[in-house]
């Protein structure tokens, strides 16, 4: 989809989208190029684009690419639809907590690791922010506002611990 929104701004060649998506989306996992032309494939195979004519250009043909109609109601409805709320009620912190616990286990010292590891990485999003532009300062509070809900949620589980041991091991 985001490779679509940036066609519906202006029609573009792969390796211009390419460029696009990682300087605003890619932070530190660059789109391959692979994987920009399958998808041109698709959406042009789907009726969401269209492929001009190949132009010469420094290195093998290019195709510049456009949005059609059926491609910007997509995006439409894609940007008015609210994302999936996270994160989900299962998640890995959680359920090394309760396995830790089953299998007798000292969950305290994996959360205590975990809060450790969670600090390190809050640590290097505030350097983000600090030495970043705005996308990146942006990216980097997100980043760290979840880390602080999963911080807060270790210390609510520790103070659980006794009650959460006595509920699995009856299980």
Do not use: C, N
Not at 9 to 35: I, T
Not at 128 to 137: E, N, S, Y
Request: hydrophobic share 40%; net charge negative.
């Amino acid at each position: 989809m985001t490779l679509l929104g940036l066609l519906e701004r202006e029609p573009s060649h792969g390796y211009d989208l390419k460029r696009d998506y990682d300087m605003y989306f890619g932070r530190g996992k660059p789109l391959p190029y692979g994987q920009v032309y399958a998808t041109l494939a698709r959406l042009a195979r789907d009726g969401k684009a269209v492929a001009g004519e190949a132009e010469p250009g420094d290195g093998p043909d290019r195709k510049r690419y456009a949005i059609t109609p059926a491609g910007a109601a997509e995006v439409e409805a894609w940007l008015t639809q609210p994302a999936e709320p996270e994160p989900h009620l299962q998640t890995v912190l959680f359920a090394k907590v309760v396995l830790a616990l089953m299998l007798g286990r000292p969950a305290g010292r994996y959360l205590d690791v975990q809060r450790a590891a969670h600090l390190r990485r809050m640590r290097e999003l505030t350097e983000v922010k600090r030495a970043g532009p705005l996308m990146d300062t942006l990216l980097a509070d997100y980043g760290r506002f979840h880390l602080e809900a999963d911080l807060h949620w270790m210390d609510t589980t520790v103070a659980r611990l006794g009650e959460l041991a006595e509920m699995v091991g009856a299980a």
